[in-house]
Nanobody, 126 residues
Framework: QVQLVESGGDSVQAGGSLRLSCVAS?????????LGWFRQAPGKEREAVAA????????DFADSVKGRFTISRDNAKNTLYLQMNRLKPEDTGVYYC??????????????????WGQGTQVTVSS
């Protein structure tokens, strides 16, 4: 099992940047996990933001964040990152990192991930 803890959420103005981190712990081989970032705004369903395959060779992004967000991982540090630039008010929400063993290609589906962090709040004001 892997435990996930996010950090880096904050309140920023539109156009600003934030970097989220997600540190994993547990008796597991971190590099074998696909990792993803999801977000949930009040009253809305959880949606996929970005994901990265176990060795980092494949990344996927929601259309709404392409060109603004970057996902990366440091397997030596068991850490996942989400660099968010040119933030918009619609990026506001609780951001969660998630993990699943192996790679399925269903990076957009929350049900495909088995481990979740507690979330970190991102608020973007106009």
């Amino acid at each position: 099992q892997v435990q996930l803890v996010e950090s880096g959420g904050d309140s920023v103005q539109a156009g600003g940047s934030l970097r989220l981190s997600c540190v994993a712990s547990g008796h597991t081989i971190y590099s074998r996990y696909s990792l993803g970032w999801f977000r949930q705004a009040p009253g809305k369903e959880r949606e996929a933001v970005a994901a990265i395959a176990p060795e980092g060779r494949v990344t996927d992004f929601a259309d709404s964040v392409k060109g603004r967000f970057t996902i990366s991982r440091d397997n030596a540090k068991n850490t996942l990152y989400l660099q968010m630039n040119r933030l918009k008010p619609e990026d506001t929400g609780v951001y969660y990192c998630a993990a699943r063993l192996g790679y399925s290609g269903r990076w957009y589906d929350p049900a495909d991930f088995t481990n979740w962090g507690q979330g970190t709040q991102v608020t973007v004001s106009s």
